[in-house]
Structures are given as C-alpha cells and as structure tokens.
C-alpha cells in the first residue's frame, strides 16, 4: 500500500483530543505535534489539524478520502444538531460546549466488542495497553515511517488463543470472556453480519447480550460506537443515571430512575452527547496506580480495594449541607469524582530464611552464595466463625472533580460563592468545579 492524503477544509465539529481522548476508541495515540495516530482495519492513519483544516495521511486499503470519510462520520451535519440541542436548556449548552469536537466513530463491529469487553471494570491507559498487546501479538505488522504497527487480529486469527495466552496479556477476569466471545463467533452461534443487517435494534441487542462479557451498558456502547451506529440507544450507568437525575428527572430515590424514564425524556442525541461526556469524566478519572507498602517493622502490608460509595456519599452529603446554608443558594445537589476508589490496607507476616552454600567453579575457586527466602501471609482475625483480615488502615481516595447544581447558581455572585466553598472544603482547583442551575 503506498502513501496517501486528504485534507479536510474548514472543518466542522472536528477537535481531536474531543475525538480520540473521550473513551470511544482506544487505538489512537498523540503524537509530540499534538496530532494523532491509529490503526483502524487495515489502516494506518495520522490526523493533524491545522487552523480549521484536518490533514489525512497514511496507508490505506482503498481512496483514503472514503476510508476517511465514513470512518469519522463526515456526511452528518454536527453543527446543525448542536445548533438546535443548545437551545434546550443551559446544561445542554453546556455539554455541548464541554464536547464540541466529538464525532462518533465508524468502527469495526469485531474489534468494538473485543475492546469493549476488555473496558469492563477497566481505565482507559490499560485497556489501550492490553488491545496493544493483543495487536501485536496476534495481528498483522505494518510498517509506515519506519514505525511498526498491528492490526487488531480477526475471529480467525484468535480461534486457537487459550484462555491463558490471553492471561499473559494482562487481561485478569476478562481472559474466558474473550476466549468464549471468540469460540462463539467462530462456531456460528452469533453471527456478524446478520447484526449489521438486521434493522430491529432490540434485535440485535438481544443477541449481543448473548456474548460472553457482554451486559447492557457494553451492549449499548457497541451498538453506538461501531459500525451499526444505532442511535436509538445509549450506555447507561451509575454515573449517566445520577446526572441525568439530578438535571432533569429529579427522582429523591435515585434506584427508582429507570432506564425507560430517561429514555422517554429527551430524544438520542441529546443523551448521546451527555453520555459521551460522562464517559470521558469517569474513564479519565479513574486511573488506578499499583502501591506497595512496607514499615519499619519488617511486616508488609497487602492492599485490598473497597467501594468508594460510602465515601462519596458521606462528602458529597456534607458539602450540599454546608452549600445550602450559604445566602441565594437553594437547593442543591453535589457529585464528587474520584480517581480511584478508597484502599483498605491489610497487614501480613513475613518469615524470612537464609541460606548459604558453597560454590565451586571450574578453575578450582570457591565462592559462597547467600540466598533469603521469603514466606508472607496475611493476618486474620476470627468473629462468629468468620475470618477477616486485620486492617491496618485505610487509603483515601482522591478527589478528582466536582459537579454542583443549584438553584441560585444563575446568580454569578452565588456561583462564585458556591466554587470558593468547595475549593477551600476539597483542595480541588476552580478549573475542576464545575456549577450549573438546577431546573
């Protein structure tokens, strides 16, 4: 394949950071001349804008301008759709103001369920790595610029990998999912092509939710995200349910919000650019770093995740406490993002042994080889026949951002009140909080 390129004039509705970077795909990477590179079927792509111009150039299996073009969803008037969603309220305004580079993808239906699959439970930096991985080792090699790239491997390609060569990856709970997913592909119990021609939506959800791995909100984003490009669905979960509560269904009990509730307020796009926000809020955010932690003592301590719910709710309930006492606010509901959720730290013992032998090489010389070896196990503690770990303590999470709606929040006295107030109680900078009238 030789070189191609394609320049987009006076481009629309077309920032890459707003396309790459919010939790849609995950091949493409930045480059040090803030452009970006990504592998798509047998593509290999590098997109820089420059002023309102978008520069196409790389290695295509047809006329990069139609590769391109369907790809990045280029027929479809974006601006149109803002223009009229930004007259709805202010927090479509404000969403939309928040993503308005995004354009969702055209993307392989195989690769769009592998990868979402591997997402579940997941950061973005590691689901890149791991579908990194799985490229190169079982894809095909493309050499452009002297650089190396992988397609991401077909059905066929993957039909011999065993649960634990997908292990090595670094897949962890994931590995039988995408092994069964594969083998069920593979021996005709789901079909492909059937999903992209049937037109009943709920149809072809019900199949995909057949797929090990697979439950709603994965469903829904491979439904949205890749080639079938159903709009009349959405991902739904936690984080969209309470923003969409507390901006427009105002539920008290947010558990009694259900899905048919939302979808019967606004029409898909609406969502749609909601979703793809909240999306890029959490998945960004939550960016888990390994710990190791040793004392004094000798005795090392096991890290153990728990639920950062109760955390959450405790501050989020303080500060909405503390922000409705203050004059012109209102009412007020706050949302608290973490980066990563609170550690309970569990203390083991360690038996240590040394021993050391005598060695002798083959010119006569001896040498004396000192080897420790090393026993750890977690101390437990028993109550009511049901054994514990003892906790040394616990790790907070950290705070990433902050999300208030209130009443009075149209007053710009009151909204600057309410983002002192949560910057001196949280730490967090002005930039992070975010406020927006409740309705």
Same mark, same amino acid.
């Given at each position: 394949?030789?070189?191609?390129?394609?320049?987009?004039?006076?481009? =629309?509705?077309?920032?890459?950071?707003? +396309?790459?970077?919010?939790?849609?795909?995950?091949?493409?990477?930045?480059?040090?001349?803030?452009?970006?590179?990504?592998?798509?079927?047998?593509?290999?792509?590098?997109?820089?804008?420059?002023?309102?111009?978008?520069?196409? =150039?790389?290695?295509?299996?047809?006329?990069?301008?139609?590769?391109?073009?369907?790809?990045?969803?280029?027929?479809?008037?974006?601006?149109?759709?803002?223009?009229?969603?930004?007259?709805? %309220?202010?927090?479509?305004?404000?969403?939309?103001?928040?993503?308005?580079?995004?354009?969702?993808?055209?993307?392989?239906?195989?690769?769009?369920?592998?990868?979402?699959?591997?997402?579940?439970?997941?950061?973005?930096?590691? +689901?890149?790595?791991i579908i990194e991985k799985l490229s190169k080792t079982y894809g095909n090699e493309i050499i452009w610029n002297n650089n190396k790239y992988y397609t991401f491997p077909s059905v066929n390609q993957l039909k011999d990998v065993t649960i634990e060569q997908y292990r090595k990856l670094g897949l962890g709970f994931r590995d039988i999912r995408l092994y069964e997913t594969t083998q069920m592909i593979l021996n005709k119990e789901? %079909?492909?092509?059937?999903?992209?021609?049937? =037109?009943? &939506?709920?149809?072809?959800? !019900?199949?995909?939710?057949?797929?090990?791995?697979? #439950?709603?909100?994965?469903?829904?984003?491979?439904?949205?995200?890749?080639?079938?490009?159903?709009? %009349?669905?959405?991902? +739904?979960?936690?984080?969209?349910?309470?923003?969409?509560?507390?901006?427009?269904?105002?539920?008290?009990?947010?558990?009694?919000?259900?899905?048919?509730?939302?979808?019967?307020?606004?029409?898909?796009?609406?969502?749609? +650019?909601?979703?793809?926000?909240?999306?890029?809020?959490?998945?960004?955010?939550?960016?888990?770093? %390994?710990?190791?932690?040793?004392?004094?003592?000798?005795?090392?301590?096991? @890290?153990?995740?728990?639920?950062?719910?109760?955390?959450?709710?405790?501050? !989020?309930?303080?500060?909405?406490?503390?922000?409705?006492?203050?004059? #012109?606010?209102?009412?007020?509901?706050?949302?608290?993002?973490?980066?990563?959720?609170?550690?309970?730290?569990?203390?083991? @013992?360690?038996?240590?042994?040394?021993?050391?032998? !005598?060695?002798?090489? &083959?010119?006569?010389?001896?040498?004396?080889?000192?080897?420790?070896?090393?026993?750890?196990?977690?101390?437990?503690?028993?109550? @009511?026949?049901?054994?514990?770990?003892?906790?040394?303590?616990?790790?907070?999470?950290?705070?990433? /951002?902050?999300?208030?709606?209130?009443? /009075?929040?149209?007053?710009? @006295?009151?909204? &600057?009140?309410?983002?002192?107030?949560?910057?001196?109680?949280? /730490?967090?900078?002005?930039?992070?909080?975010?406020?927006?009238?409740? !309705?």
């Amino acid at each position: 394949m030789k070189e191609q390129q394609y320049i987009l004039k006076n481009a =629309k509705s077309f920032e890459l950071k707003d +396309i790459f970077d919010c939790g849609q795909c995950f091949r493409w990477n930045k480059e040090s001349d803030e452009s970006y590179t990504g592998v798509f079927k047998q593509n290999v792509i590098n997109v820089k804008k420059q002023g309102q111009d978008v520069y196409f =150039k790389g290695i295509c299996s047809g006329d990069i301008k139609n590769v391109v073009t369907y790809y990045f969803d280029l027929e479809r008037d974006y601006e149109n759709i803002k223009k009229t969603l930004s007259k709805v %309220d202010i927090n479509m305004k404000t969403s939309i103001e928040y993503g308005k580079g995004i354009r969702i993808l055209n993307q392989d239906l195989w690769e769009t369920i592998i990868s979402f699959i591997i997402s579940a439970n997941n950061n973005i930096p590691r +689901i890149k790595g791991i579908i990194e991985k799985l490229s190169k080792t079982y894809g095909n090699e493309i050499i452009w610029n002297n650089n190396k790239y992988y397609t991401f491997p077909s059905v066929n390609q993957l039909k011999d990998v065993t649960i634990e060569q997908y292990r090595k990856l670094g897949l962890g709970f994931r590995d039988i999912r995408l092994y069964e997913t594969t083998q069920m592909i593979l021996n005709k119990e789901i %079909d492909l092509e059937y999903l992209k021609e049937e =037109k009943d &939506t709920l149809k072809v959800r !019900e199949e995909l939710l057949k797929l090990s791995g697979v #439950g709603p909100k994965v469903a829904d984003c491979i439904l949205l995200f890749s080639e079938l490009k159903r709009f %009349d669905v959405f991902p +739904i979960d936690v984080w969209v349910r309470r923003v969409m509560n507390d901006l427009y269904i105002k539920e008290e009990n947010e558990e009694k919000v259900s899905k048919k509730k939302i979808e019967n307020l606004v029409f898909f796009v609406v969502i749609l +650019i909601i979703t793809i926000v909240i999306i890029n809020y959490v998945w960004n955010g939550n960016k888990k770093s %390994d710990k190791t932690i040793t004392n004094t003592a000798g005795r090392q301590l096991a @890290n153990t995740d728990t639920t950062q719910t109760e955390e959450s709710n405790n501050l !989020e309930e303080r500060l909405e406490n503390i922000l409705g006492k203050i004059q #012109g606010v209102g009412t007020v509901k706050v949302f608290i993002n973490y980066s990563e959720s609170s550690q309970t730290v569990a203390m083991y @013992n360690e038996n240590s042994k040394t021993s050391t032998t !005598e060695e002798t090489d &083959t010119s006569g010389g001896t040498r004396k080889v000192e080897q420790t070896d090393s026993d750890k196990e977690i101390v437990y503690q028993e109550e @009511n026949g049901k054994k514990t770990p003892i906790v040394q303590k616990t790790l907070q999470p950290k705070i990433e /951002g902050a999300i208030i709606t209130a009443k /009075g929040a149209s007053n710009v @006295n009151v909204k &600057t009140n309410i983002i002192q107030a949560v910057e001196a109680a949280t /730490g967090l900078a002005t930039h992070k909080i975010q406020v927006f009238e409740m !309705e």
